[in-house]
């Protein structure tokens, strides 16, 4: 959470994924700091939380480049090592593989270039050189997802398991979390799991697999994101399931709360991309401004079903403008509060 070739940042501006990204400006003072924004692939998440992170930005007098790697490590990395010889202000990342990034976090730091990790968790050799790392509590969330997935099926059936990319810290957390809330009841039993790598089409493709394979003899489907879960939905209803067998996830995107709205998917997790990749702006802000920051901002998501659906849609999707306005004052607030999730 490694396959195509880096594109670098170009005069003009370049299109990657389908989001423009500007050229480097003239790097600028302290006053208002050019921060380097390097991300796994612009997914359903990070698009949505772009433009929490420009609004931070904004209000800071800060700019920020734009880059996307594509789910190439490789790309990844010569984007950091880009960022370095800019001499960007900060560095923020959200990793293909942290695991791979401690020589590059490293470089940043013997540079005097900040970094904060977003998104995805990292390694102690990662974290011992970055300054915070702004994100989700993945193991809470995959054992909220499995709770609510296992009681809805009153503790017994057989279930099945769509992963992230094996390896990444996503999918890793969260398939520990669901591990764990499995380990409790004997009575419900693991048919499969498989990655779909957070994709739809992927997801799409496993679950139809699933049912040709097992039928009506799966219960309850567990999802590690939202993108995915949509996927397995649209192979559940082109069988006439879609509704009848429960489904679970993670991330609260647009298209996710539609779902648990309309009663297709019973539950999701809220990784709200704006506050949290806007929360990472302010606190590489903080730090290039002398301030005290958190070593770790952790958020535990809320979870949202038929009955909060409403307020968290309207929050993110249904006034967005207002939502957007009042995240530089809600994110401040909740640094202080140590509650990084409030909304």
Not at 35 to 58: H, W
Not at 120 to 140: E, F
Not at 254 to 277: F, S
Request: charged share 20%; proline share 4%; with cysteine.
């Amino acid at each position: 959470m490694i396959r195509h070739s880096f594109k670098t940042l170009l005069a003009g501006c370049s299109v990657l994924a389908g989001i423009a990204f500007s050229a480097a400006p003239a790097l600028a003072d302290k006053a208002h700091p050019v921060i380097g924004y390097t991300v796994y692939d612009m997914s359903s998440f990070i698009s949505l939380g772009k433009g929490g992170a420009e609004a931070i930005a904004k209000a800071n007098g800060a700019s920020v480049l734009w880059n996307s790697g594509h789910m190439d490590v490789n790309a990844q990395i010569s984007q950091i090592q880009q960022f370095i010889n800019q001499k960007v202000d900060a560095i923020i990342i959200a990793p293909v593989n942290s695991s791979t990034l401690g020589p590059q976090v490293e470089a940043a730091k013997a540079a005097g270039i900040p970094v904060v990790i977003v998104n995805l968790t990292a390694t102690d050799s990662v974290m011992k050189n970055a300054v915070s790392y702004v994100g989700p509590d993945d193991v809470k969330a995959g054992e909220q997802e499995a709770q609510h997935l296992v009681d809805a099926i009153d503790h017994k059936g057989n279930i099945v398991v769509i992963q992230g990319p094996l390896g990444q810290s996503g999918e890793i957390d969260r398939t520990k979390g669901i591990k764990n809330i499995l380990a409790k009841y004997p009575d419900v039993k693991l048919l499969a799991m498989q990655p779909g790598n957070w994709a739809r089409n992927q997801a799409y493709s496993v679950m139809q697999d699933w049912l040709s394979r097992y039928g009506t003899k799966i219960n309850g489907v567990i999802s590690e994101n939202d993108d995915m879960a949509i996927g397995a939905i649209q192979a559940m209803r082109e069988k006439g399931l879609a509704g009848k067998i429960p489904v679970t996830a993670v991330d609260g995107i647009k298209d996710g709360m539609r779902a648990v709205r309309d009663g297709t998917l019973l539950e999701t997790n809220l990784q709200d991309g704006p506050l949290e990749l806007g929360m990472a702006v302010q606190v590489a802000v903080d730090h290039i401004n002398g301030k005290d920051v958190p070593k770790v901002a952790m958020f535990v998501m809320p979870e949202i079903t038929k009955a909060n659906v409403a307020h968290y849609y309207d929050q993110l999707y249904g006034n967005p403008s207002k939502f957007t306005t009042e995240l530089p004052a809600l994110i401040k607030k909740n640094l202080v509060s140590g509650n990084y999730a409030e909304q």
